[in-house]
């Protein structure tokens, strides 16, 4: 089907602000705080006033929690109308534990999965059909936490408040599995093999070298599920057959039957080493997929080298969705940003696909950083108009009103060729090292936070 002019094609910014609160409902919250509270009580900042909270914070970036706390003290738009003093909110936000929120990110996920719509990442269409899902490991630090708290100003290392381990599905452009942990120096393999029970028989998973060791390998193969993960060179394989080598882009692409552990010992894996070179550059993948026809050897590489789209994925939790600020100063605060954000990423990237769908485009060609603020924008223009109009109703009862249809103003749509992505030149940015972040310390091994950082 022929697509139409970008320029003169307007997307409806309104139906995608409605795929993001049609999902996290009152209900939700309230089952979530049975299940989860302990000796919690609600008050007047109950949980779902404390989801939107940080939903909103999350779409809107305030300056600082004070200025959206006046916000909702005066019912100003989306913002929950909470009447409490802002001591109130920062002791609730204290003392609510991450598991709150983590269970309501994991309810919304469920809710909102059959919308999700399997566009992304189409030209693997043909391994799809081998592999029930494709889904990328991987983990990230945060951004560094401010010294505002009095325990830290003794503290001259960086700061960071925790890390995040995502399994991120390839398919629907949206994370699967999401935690957030207060520990930034916990080991990032421990983190992901207790996330391993989450992911489905016959799923393919595609990582980073730090997992191309034979104890995670193992343990996905009991788990039923693949994985391909770039060469780790503390691991030394054995060959035992060479299986093809051939030419592929330009090189020389080796495929090789290994086993991985002590020669002789039980325990011993049998992987395939699959090996690219052209002149001094080489790449070097493992996979346990023992049978070519089930994953060629040109589709593990290719699989791994479009494994970038997870930490496209981190960057716009950082920098579009503002995760690089963190608000709170302990663990509990930060794990309820967190959530925000993946919850608010989730929603988008649903929409992203809706809009993709209609519109007949690859969800690639929609620029996340143009799409989701301009998203955030109609938003918080609707609220205030629609406050507006409700206002007016009320001060002329009784009188039949002619109101106009809020879909119709400027702020309820954009052009589509303003949310494409433009190609980018040949030149290239180089990304500045912070010299500071080689020296850090996690914020949950601070004296006087930890009771903070409890999970």
Not at 210 to 233: D, E, S, Y
Request: aromatic share 10%; net charge positive; charged share 25%.
């Amino acid at each position: 089907m022929a697509q139409s002019d970008p320029k003169n094609t307007k997307v409806d910014l309104l139906a995608v602000v409605e795929v993001c609160y049609a999902h996290l409902t009152k209900p939700l919250c309230d089952e979530v705080f049975q299940e989860e509270r302990e000796a919690e009580r609600e008050r007047k900042w109950t949980l779902h006033a404390m989801a939107t909270f940080w939903t909103e914070v999350t779409l809107r970036a305030p300056k600082a929690l004070t200025q959206a706390l006046q916000e909702c003290a005066q019912g100003e738009g989306a913002w929950p109308a909470v009447q409490a003093s802002e001591a109130a909110f920062f002791g609730k936000s204290a003392d609510l534990r991450p598991g709150f929120f983590q269970t309501i990110f994991e309810r919304f996920l469920e809710s909102i999965l059959p919308e999700a719509q399997p566009l992304f990442v189409r030209r693997f269409r043909k391994l799809y059909k081998r592999f029930p899902e494709v889904w990328v490991l991987d983990g990230s630090k945060l951004s560094a936490i401010w010294h505002r708290l009095k325990a830290l100003w003794p503290v001259r290392s960086v700061v960071l408040p925790g890390s995040l381990l995502v399994l991120y599905d390839w398919r629907r452009g949206i994370p699967r599995y999401f935690r957030y942990c207060g520990d930034a120096a916990r080991a990032e393999v421990t983190r992901a093999l207790e996330a391993l029970s989450q992911v489905p028989a016959g799923t393919l998973l595609v990582a980073d070298r730090l997992f191309a060791v034979p104890k995670f390998f193992g343990a996905v193969t009991r788990q039923g599920a693949w994985i391909v993960a770039r060469r780790n060179g503390l691991v030394k394989p054995r060959t035992v057959e060479r299986l093809s080598r051939r030419r592929h882009r330009g090189g020389w692409l080796e495929d090789t039957l290994v086993d991985v552990g002590p020669e002789g010992d039980e325990g011993s894996q049998r992987w395939r080493h699959i090996r690219w070179q052209k002149g001094a550059k080489v790449f070097e993948v493992m996979t346990n997929v023992l049978d070519p026809r089930k994953l060629s050897a040109s589709e593990a590489v290719d699989l791994y080298e479009e494994r970038w789209t997870i930490e496209r994925m981190f960057y716009d939790l950082k920098e579009v969705l503002n995760l690089n600020r963190i608000y709170l100063s302990h663990a509990n605060g930060v794990a309820q940003q967190v959530y925000a954000a993946a919850l608010v990423y989730t929603a988008l990237r649903v929409a992203q696909g809706h809009v993709a769908r209609a519109h007949r485009l690859e969800p690639e060609r929609i620029s996340v950083p143009k799409f989701f603020p301009r998203v955030c924008a109609a938003a918080a223009s609707y609220t205030a108009a629609k406050i507006t109009l409700d206002a007016v109703v009320e001060l002329n009862p009784h009188r039949n009103l002619a109101l106009p249809n809020l879909k119709d103003f400027r702020f309820a749509s954009t052009a589509l060729s303003a949310i494409l992505v433009e190609k980018r030149s040949e030149r290239r940015r180089k990304r500045r090292f912070c010299k500071a972040r080689s020296r850090w310390k996690s914020f949950a091994h601070i004296p006087g936070t930890r009771k903070m950082a409890r999970s």
